[in-house]
């Protein structure tokens, strides 16, 4: 039942989640190198270090909201459903 619960939630929450993810990468991005947008895989004009760099962060970043909505999500669908609180 809780998974049923927490579907549509969890559906609307991803996609939020990505658009500030990406809004977070390009906030850090920004501040970090001065840069407007980060590199393409690719752009010729880029060396491997800044793309594989932007790579990393940009992952870093998305896993780290990623983690942050489905502990949330799965937190509050349980204090919702009369579960216990934190694990």
């Known amino acids: 039942m809780k998974n049923l619960l927490y ?3 969890g559906l609307i929450a991803g996609v939020a989640g990505g658009l500030v993810a990406g809004w977070a ?3 850090v991005w920004r501040l970090s190198t001065g840069d407007d947008d980060a590199p393409d895989a690719t752009d010729a004009d880029k060396g ?3 793309i594989l760099t932007a790579a990393a962060l ?3 970043i ?5 983690a942050a909505i489905d502990r ?11 579960g216990s609180g934190r694990r």
């Open 7 to 9: 579907k549509p939630f």
């Open 25 to 27: 990468f390009k906030q």
């Open 48 to 50: 491997w270090g800044e």
């Open 58 to 60: 940009q992952g870093a």
């Open 62 to 66: 998305f896993a780290i909201v990623k």
């Open 72 to 82: 949330g999500g799965a937190a509050g669908v349980r204090r919702l459903s009369g």
